[in-house]
């Protein structure tokens, strides 16, 4: 069992574009060009992939329902998709979360950098506030270009809520692996936070990924592509060589995603 726990689709008309425009951000060639349907699933298969988790971010308030309703659309479509609802931090939190709830989807992704506002900003904590433990928030990680996604504010935040549910992407932190372990690691013990490893591995030693890894536990560790940044196959394939052992690989790949959401 292979359960993705961090993907990207796009709607056709814009998806050539907008994979470009995530290349372009993170100075980095993107391993599938067009971040569609068809390119998630074809990527998938060859690396045997059963679900994936989908998403998308909005960078303005009227994006918002846009995309929610797009990832239910495709999560209506695909049996073996479930999805995230899309949050801008000018929405009226109540409002978005029902609408989330009631289209099915099983949390909500926000993306600071991208939104240009702070994780521990008060417009999101009014979200936070809101979400209390009703779902589960999915939050980019890290960026040494800035201070939005910074590990010491996610530390904040779960000090201010110690009710929320929350999985760091990127290991806690995209080029912030150490102020990760050194915000995050108390949080792991009360069991509100686990990690996505998405786009972490191609940039740590396997040595220092590993450490990171059985830091933090495999148990709260979910395994995700990051696609169309990365194919599926050498994901897979980077993550079997760091030398975890079969049990800890099975958290990783499906143990921990699944009860995380219940699924
Ligand atoms: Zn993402």
Same mark, same amino acid.
């Given at each position: 069992?292979? &359960?993705?726990?961090?993907?990207?689709?796009? !709607?056709?008309?814009?998806? %050539?574009?907008?994979? @470009?425009?995530?290349?372009?951000?993170?100075?980095?060639?993107?391993?599938?060009?067009?971040?569609? /349907?068809?390119? *998630?699933?074809?990527?998938?298969?060859?690396?045997?992939?059963?679900?994936?988790?989908?998403?998308?971010?909005?960078?303005? !308030? *009227?994006?918002?329902?846009?995309?929610?309703?797009?990832?239910?659309?495709?999560?209506?479509?695909? !049996?073996?998709?479930?999805? =995230?609802?899309?949050?801008?931090?000018?929405?009226?939190?109540?409002?978005?979360?029902?609408?989330?709830?009631?289209?099915? =989807?099983?949390?909500?992704?926000?993306? !600071? $950098?991208?939104?240009?506002?702070?994780?521990? $900003?008060?417009?999101?904590?009014?979200?936070?506030?809101?979400?209390? $433990?009703?779902?589960?928030? =999915? &939050?980019?990680?890290?960026?040494?270009?800035?201070?939005? @996604?910074?590990?010491?504010? *996610?530390?904040?935040? #779960?000090?201010?809520?110690?009710? #929320?549910? /929350? &999985?760091?992407?990127?290991?806690?932190?995209?080029?912030?692996?150490? %102020?990760?372990?050194?915000?995050?690691? @108390?949080?792991?013990?009360?069991?509100?936070?686990?990690?996505?490893? @998405?786009?972490? =591995?191609?940039?740590?030693?396997?040595?220092?990924?590993?450490?990171?890894?059985?830091?933090?536990?495999?148990?709260?560790?979910?395994?995700?592509?990051?696609?169309?940044?990365?194919?599926?196959?050498?994901? /897979? %394939? #980077?993550?079997?060589? *760091?030398? #975890?052992?079969?049990?800890?690989?099975?958290?990783?790949?499906?143990?921990?995603?699944? %009860?995380?959401?219940?699924?």
């Amino acid at each position: 069992m292979l &359960i993705d726990a961090h993907t990207h689709i796009y !709607p056709e008309k814009i998806a %050539e574009k907008a994979t @470009s425009s995530i290349g372009d951000f993170y100075e980095l060639p993107m391993a599938a060009s067009i971040g569609n /349907v068809e390119g *998630l699933l074809n990527s998938g298969k060859a690396a045997g992939v059963d679900r994936y988790l989908i998403c998308s971010v909005a960078t303005s !308030p *009227l994006q918002t329902r846009t995309i929610t309703n797009y990832i239910k659309t495709e999560v209506d479509l695909h !049996p073996e998709f479930f999805g =995230l609802g899309a949050y801008h931090q000018d929405n009226i939190p109540k409002e978005e979360i029902e609408y989330i709830i009631s289209s099915g =989807l099983k949390g909500i992704k926000i993306h !600071p $950098d991208f939104q240009k506002c702070a994780i521990d $900003d008060e417009k999101f904590c009014n979200l936070y506030e809101e979400m209390g $433990d009703k779902l589960p928030i =999915l &939050i980019h990680m890290g960026d040494k270009r800035y201070d939005y @996604s910074h590990p010491k504010r *996610l530390a904040n935040v #779960l000090n201010k809520f110690p009710k #929320l549910k /929350v &999985i760091a992407a990127h290991l806690g932190g995209y080029q912030a692996w150490g %102020e990760a372990v050194a915000e995050l690691t @108390s949080f792991v013990k009360k069991g509100n936070i686990r990690f996505d490893e @998405s786009s972490s =591995l191609a940039f740590l030693s396997k040595e220092k990924a590993k450490e990171i890894i059985r830091h933090y536990g495999a148990e709260n560790i979910f395994w995700g592509s990051d696609f169309p940044m990365w194919s599926h196959k050498s994901e /897979v %394939e #980077l993550i079997e060589s *760091l030398g #975890l052992n079969s049990n800890e690989l099975d958290w990783i790949f499906y143990k921990s995603i699944t %009860e995380f959401f219940g699924l």
